[in-house]
């Protein structure tokens, strides 16, 4: 998951407002990292019950919002998942702590890079991704691209808080 996450966020955080949760220190995952109950960590594991660990063991994908597609989320979710299974990938170490107070060397430990700050940068990854564009298949992975882009410029050419307001009126 890890590995594909930078283009991940295409599907998991789609829209233009989406970056702008993105943001270190936000709880929203703006690195790729994972950590155990670190709550700034792209992937969360969060602690089991006490007597229930079984039933109660946990993994979070933080940068994932409600302006996406379930479907396409999960279902990229999943083929990147069995994509490092595949692979035989192993983690890196775990975020301990916030990424945004790690020094460089607990950074470069951990694996831990950022996550794009805008929807431009993540559906150039999501058309870079050797497994997730392909997987949409040719007519949705260019649909996505398109309506996106298309996305991107119309709110970019606004104020801030225009942007919002017109995001805000499509959900």
Known sequence: VLDHLPALVAL?????????????????????????????????I????????????NAELK????????????????????DGIRRGLEPPEPALKDPAGM??????????????????????????DDLLYPALGDLLGRCIITVRT????ALEAMSPEDARLAHLNVF
């Open 150 to 153: 298309a996305e991107a410029e």
């Open 103 to 128: 020094s460089d060397d607990e950074r470069i430990r951990c694996g831990i890079r950022a996550l794009p700050t805008t929807l431009r940068q993540a559906l150039a990854n999501l058309q870079g």
């Open 12 to 44: 998991t955080c789609p829209s233009f407002n989406s970056y702008e949760r993105l943001q270190p220190r936000a709880w929203a995952g703006s690195t790729v990292s994972w950590g155990l109950d670190n709550r700034e960590a792209g992937v969360r």
């Open 63 to 82: 940068a994932c919002d409600p302006s996406c597609n379930p479907y396409l989320a999960l279902g990229g979710l999943i083929l990147a998942g069995l």
């Open 46 to 57: 969060a602690s089991p019950f006490r007597g229930r660990e079984a039933e109660s063991t």
